[in-house]
C-alpha cells in the first residue's frame, strides 16, 4: 500500500504563510491525480485543491489566490504553499489522490492564530 507523509503546519500569525509537503512511498505518485484535504473541528474533510499528473491545477474558491499546489514527481513529492492565511484555514491538512484511494497519513495541523 502506498503510504503518505504530511509534514510542515505549525502555528501562524494572521497573513502569515506556511508550506505543506506530502511525500508518498510509491512511484505510482507519478501517474496519479493528488489532493490536498484539510478538515477542521466539527466538519468534514473537504477537497481543497488538485493537480494532476500532468500539473493542471484546481482551487475551491476559499483558496484560490492564496494557496498554490505542486509536486515533483521526481520525489514524489507534492507541495501546498499557503499565504495570506485567515482563521478559517484551521484546520488538519491532508494528502491523497483526488479520489482519496490511498490510505489517510497522519495529516499536518494549522493553526491561525
Known amino acids: 500500500q502506498v503510504q503518505l507523509v504530511e509534514s510542515g503546519g505549525g502555528l501562524v500569525q494572521p497573513g502569515g504563510s506556511l508550506r505543506l509537503s506530502c511525500v508518498a512511498s510509491?512511484?505510482?505518485?507519478?501517474?496519479?491525480?493528488m489532493g490536498w484535504y484539510r478538515q477542521s473541528p466539527g466538519k468534514q474533510r473537504e477537497l481543497v485543491t488538485t493537480i494532476s499528473r500532468g500539473g493542471i491545477t484546481n482551487y475551491v474558491d476559499s483558496v484560490k489566490g492564496r494557496f498554490t499546489i505542486s509536486r515533483d514527481n521526481a520525489k514524489n513529492t507534492m507541495y501546498l504553499q499557503m499565504i495570506s492565511l485567515k482563521p478559517e484555514d484551521t484546520a488538519v491538512y491532508y494528502c491523497?489522490?483526488?479520489?482519496?484511494?490511498?490510505?489517510w497519513g497522519q495529516g499536518t495541523q494549522v493553526t491561525h492564530y
Open positions: 491523497n489522490t483526488r479520489t482519496s484511494t490511498w490510505p
Open positions: 510509491s512511484s505510482i505518485f507519478r501517474i496519479s491525480d
